[in-house]
């Protein structure tokens, strides 16, 4: 019904920069909340940051003042702009989002496969 695609990760050095997307498409009458989550090695998903349809933004402690999330509602799209990467970064990071389908008219949640960031020191 609704698939998310992510791209934009990869290996970077610590006080590099990414920046990661994710486009949702299908069966779409709106989105909703979007938001980025991460699960470091051994360790559980953990939310990064969220945006609402109304741009409203939260961020995790350890992100705020260097990742910024953004959305396209024209595209479906949210992004998420991750600068002064740290080694305790690197995580495969999901994209979230919180769909009304066009038909039923409902919200559903639904989660992309995952994009692996890796930070090196």
């Known amino acids: 019904q609704v698939q998310l695609v992510e791209s934009g990760g990869g290996l970077v050095q610590a006080g590099g920069s990414l920046r990661l997307s994710c486009a949702a498409s299908g069966n779409i009458f709106s989105i909703n909340a979007m938001a980025w989550y991460r699960r470091a090695p051994g360790k559980q998903r953990d939310l990064v940051a969220a945006?609402?349809?109304?741009?409203?933004?939260n961020y995790a402690d350890s992100v705020k003042g260097r990742f910024t999330i953004s959305r396209d509602n024209a595209k479906n799209t949210v992004y998420l702009q991750m600068n002064s990467l740290k080694p305790e970064d690197t995580a495969v990071y999901y994209c979230?989002?919180?769909?009304?389908?066009?038909?039923?008219?409902?919200?559903?949640?639904?989660w992309g496969q995952g994009t692996q960031v890796t930070v090196s020191s």
């Open positions: 945006i609402t349809s109304g741009d409203s933004t």
């Open positions: 979230n989002a919180k769909v009304v389908l066009t038909t039923p008219r409902l919200e559903y949640t639904y």
